[in-house]
C-alpha cells in the first residue's frame, strides 16, 4: 500500500516528526494495587516488574526494540539504583544478552542475585524496577516512549478524565540550546505568588544547571507534589540581575477551553487540551454559535501549549473550523491506513487567526496542519513542536505504575 507523503504545507516547524508531548488518542490507565517495598537480598529481589515493561515495549513500540539492548539499559539503571542504596555494584560484571527476550531475562535476574547476594540489608525493589524501566525507555530515545511512575500515572488518568491542574502554573518554552524561557504564567498559580513572570529566563532549578538536565529530568524536576518546594535561579526580561525564587507547589484547575469578547469585538477561544473523557467540541460549538450571532470582527483560536489529545475528541472540534477532509491519517505498524475525516457541522462563517507556539502540539498540530492547507484561515505564533504520533498508556502488571508507548504514526494532510 502506498502512503501519503507528508506534505510540506506549513512552516518548516509543522513538518512531521516523530515527537511526542501529549498522548493521542490516550487509554484511561487502570490502577492496580501496588507491590513494592523492601526485599531481603537472601531470597533474590523480584525483577517481574522489570520484565513485563521489557515486554510491552518489544511488544507495542513502533521501531521494535531487540532484548539486549533494553536489559543492557536496564542493567544500567538497576546497578545506579542499587548504588544509591549503598549496594557494592563493583563485583559482577555487566552481562551479556544475545537479543533473546526470555533467556536474556534470565540472565539480567541471575546476574542481579549475584549482585545483591552479599547485600546484607534491605534494599527497595520498586526503586530499582522503576530505574531499569525507565532506562529501557530513555534508551530508546524517544519522548513517545514513557514511563510513568505511580504518582505520574494518577496525574495521566486525571488528565484524560478533563482533571486539568498544574502544581506550578508554569508553562516553558522547550529547551533546545539555550536556557528556557517561561512562556505563561497561570493566574493565581504557585509560580506566580513566587514572583516569576512571563519572560523569565531559568537558569537553574534545585541548584543545578539546566543545561544538565536532558528535556525528561526537566520536566520532572519542575513537577512536584502539592506543598513540595521548587528553587528557580532566573532573570528577568530585560534585567541583568540573576535572583532564586522559592515557588511552593499548589494545585490550582485550568480550564480546558476559555472564551471571551476581545478590544475591537473579536472572539477568543484558548483550547488547552483535547481530554479523552471530556467533549470539549460542545464548549466550544456554543463559543461559536455565541460569537456568530453576536457578528464579531473574526475568531482566535489560541492553541498555544496544547499539547493535543484525543483524537476523535479533536475531530470534532477541526469540524467546525475546517471545510474539507482528510484531516490526515492514522498509520498503523503494519501499514494499515486510517483517515481522519471531518466529523460533525462546519460552523465557522467569519475570519479565523489560530495561535501557535513551541508547545502546540500532536492532534494541535493536525488542526493547524488542515486550516492552513484547506485556506480556512491564517496562521500567527512561533515555530509548533512537530509532535504526531498517536500514543497508549499501558499498565504495568500489579503495579500503580504504567508505560506510554506510541503505537501509530499520524500524517498531515495531502
Same mark, same amino acid.
Given at each position: 500500500?502506498?502512503?501519503?507523503?507528508?506534505?510540506?504545507?506549513?512552516?518548516?516547524?509543522?513538518?512531521?516528526?516523530?515527537?511526542?508531548?501529549?498522548?493521542?488518542?490516550?487509554?484511561?490507565?487502570?490502577?492496580?494495587?501496588?507491590?513494592?517495598?523492601?526485599?531481603?537480598?537472601?531470597?533474590?529481589?523480584?525483577?517481574?516488574?522489570?520484565?513485563?515493561?521489557?515486554?510491552?515495549?518489544?511488544?507495542?513500540?513502533?521501531?521494535?526494540?531487540?532484548?539486549? $539492548?533494553?536489559?543492557?539499559? #536496564?542493567? @544500567? &539503571?538497576?546497578?545506579?539504583?542499587?548504588?544509591?542504596? *549503598? %549496594? !557494592?555494584?563493583?563485583?559482577?560484571?555487566?552481562?551479556?544478552?544475545?537479543?533473546?527476550?526470555?533467556?536474556?531475562?534470565?540472565?539480567?535476574?541471575?546476574?542481579?542475585?549475584?549482585?545483591?547476594?552479599?547485600?546484607?540489608?534491605?534494599?527497595?525493589?520498586?526503586?530499582?524496577?522503576?530505574?531499569?524501566?525507565?532506562?529501557?525507555?530513555?534508551?530508546?530515545?524517544?519522548?513517545?516512549?514513557?514511563?510513568?511512575?505511580?504518582?505520574?500515572?494518577?496525574?495521566?488518568?486525571?488528565?484524560?478524565?478533563?482533571?486539568?491542574?498544574?502544581?506550578?502554573?508554569?508553562?516553558?518554552?522547550?529547551?533546545?540550546?539555550?536556557?528556557?524561557?517561561?512562556?505563561?504564567?497561570?493566574?493565581?498559580?504557585?509560580?506566580?505568588?513566587?514572583?516569576?513572570?512571563?519572560?523569565?529566563?531559568?537558569?537553574?532549578?534545585?541548584?543545578?544547571?539546566?543545561?544538565?538536565?536532558?528535556? $525528561?529530568?526537566?520536566?520532572? #524536576?519542575? @513537577? &512536584?507534589?502539592?506543598?513540595?518546594?521548587?528553587?528557580? *535561579? %532566573? !532573570?528577568?526580561?530585560?534585567?541583568?540581575?540573576?535572583?532564586?525564587?522559592?515557588?511552593?507547589?499548589?494545585?490550582?484547575?485550568?480550564?480546558?477551553?476559555?472564551?471571551?469578547?476581545?478590544?475591537?469585538?473579536?472572539?477568543?477561544?484558548?483550547?488547552?487540551?483535547?481530554?479523552?473523557?471530556?467533549?470539549?467540541?460542545?464548549?466550544?460549538?456554543?463559543?461559536?454559535?455565541?460569537?456568530?450571532?453576536?457578528?464579531?470582527?473574526?475568531?482566535?483560536?489560541?492553541?498555544?501549549?496544547?499539547?493535543?489529545?484525543?483524537?476523535?475528541?479533536?475531530?470534532?472540534?477541526?469540524?467546525?473550523?475546517?471545510?474539507?477532509?482528510?484531516?490526515?491519517?492514522?498509520?498503523?505498524?503494519?501499514?494499515?491506513?486510517?483517515?481522519?475525516?471531518?466529523?460533525?457541522?462546519?460552523?465557522?462563517?467569519?475570519?479565523?487567526?489560530?495561535?501557535?507556539?513551541?508547545?502546540?502540539?500532536?492532534?494541535?498540530?493536525?488542526? #493547524?496542519?488542515?486550516?492552513?492547507?484547506?485556506?480556512?484561515?491564517?496562521?500567527?505564533?512561533?515555530?509548533?513542536?512537530?509532535?504526531?504520533?498517536?500514543?497508549?498508556?499501558?499498565?504495568?502488571?500489579?503495579?500503580?505504575?504504567?508505560?506510554?508507548?506510541?503505537?501509530?504514526?499520524?500524517?498531515?494532510?495531502?
Amino acid at each position: 500500500m502506498s502512503y501519503p507523503p507528508l506534505r510540506a504545507l506549513l512552516t518548516p516547524v509543522l513538518l512531521m516528526v516523530i515527537l511526542l508531548l501529549g498522548g493521542c488518542q490516550s487509554a484511561p490507565v487502570a490502577n492496580r494495587a501496588g507491590q513494592g517495598g523492601p526485599l531481603c537480598c537472601a531470597s533474590g529481589v523480584d525483577l517481574a516488574l522489570t520484565q513485563d515493561g521489557m515486554q510491552k515495549l518489544i511488544d507495542h513500540a513502533l521501531e521494535k526494540p531487540a532484548s539486549d $539492548r533494553l536489559l543492557s539499559a #536496564a542493567w @544500567d &539503571g538497576l546497578t545506579a539504583n542499587a548504588r544509591s542504596q *549503598d %549496594v !557494592r555494584t563493583d563485583d559482577v560484571a555487566k552481562p551479556a544478552f544475545s537479543g533473546k527476550p526470555q533467556p536474556d531475562f534470565a540472565t539480567y535476574q541471575s546476574s542481579a542475585n549475584r549482585l545483591f547476594a552479599a547485600h546484607r540489608g534491605a534494599v527497595d525493589a520498586a526503586a530499582l524496577n522503576y530505574a531499569a524501566i525507565d532506562s529501557m525507555a530513555m534508551s530508546l530515545d524517544d519522548s513517545h516512549i514513557t514511563f510513568l511512575p505511580p504518582e505520574a500515572t494518577m496525574r495521566q488518568n486525571r488528565r484524560d478524565a478533563g482533571n486539568l491542574g498544574t502544581t506550578t502554573g508554569l508553562r516553558l518554552e522547550r529547551r533546545t540550546t539555550h536556557p528556557p524561557v517561561v512562556l505563561e504564567v497561570a493566574p493565581g498559580s504557585a509560580a506566580e505568588h513566587a514572583g516569576v513572570r512571563p519572560g523569565d529566563t531559568i537558569f537553574a532549578v534545585n541548584r543545578r544547571p539546566v543545561e544538565s538536565y536532558n528535556l $525528561r529530568e526537566f520536566g520532572r #524536576a519542575i @513537577d &512536584g507534589p502539592d506543598g513540595s518546594r521548587l528553587l528557580l *535561579d %532566573v !532573570r528577568h526580561a530585560g534585567s541583568a540581575r540573576m535572583q532564586q525564587l522559592t515557588v511552593v507547589r499548589r494545585t490550582i484547575a485550568l480550564d480546558l477551553v476559555r472564551s471571551e469578547t476581545l478590544p475591537g469585538n473579536v472572539g477568543y477561544i484558548r483550547i488547552r487540551e483535547f481530554p479523552a473523557q471530556v467533549p470539549i467540541q460542545l464548549q466550544v460549538q456554543q463559543a461559536v454559535d455565541d460569537f456568530n450571532a453576536a457578528q464579531t470582527h473574526g475568531i482566535i483560536v489560541d492553541l498555544r501549549g496544547n499539547p493535543g489529545g484525543a483524537i476523535t475528541v479533536m475531530q470534532a472540534v477541526v469540524s467546525q473550523f475546517v471545510s474539507q477532509s482528510p484531516l490526515g491519517y492514522v498509520v498503523g505498524p503494519d501499514g494499515s491506513e486510517q483517515t481522519i475525516s471531518r466529523r460533525g457541522p462546519f460552523g465557522l462563517h467569519q475570519k479565523l487567526v489560530l495561535l501557535t507556539d513551541g508547545g502546540s502540539a500532536s492532534s494541535a498540530e493536525v488542526f #493547524a496542519a488542515a486550516v492552513q492547507q484547506y485556506g480556512d484561515g491564517l496562521l500567527v505564533g512561533d515555530p509548533t513542536c512537530g509532535c504526531l504520533m498517536a500514543a497508549l498508556f499501558f499498565p504495568l502488571a500489579g503495579d500503580k505504575s504504567s508505560l506510554e508507548i506510541a503505537v501509530e504514526r499520524v500524517l498531515t494532510p495531502v
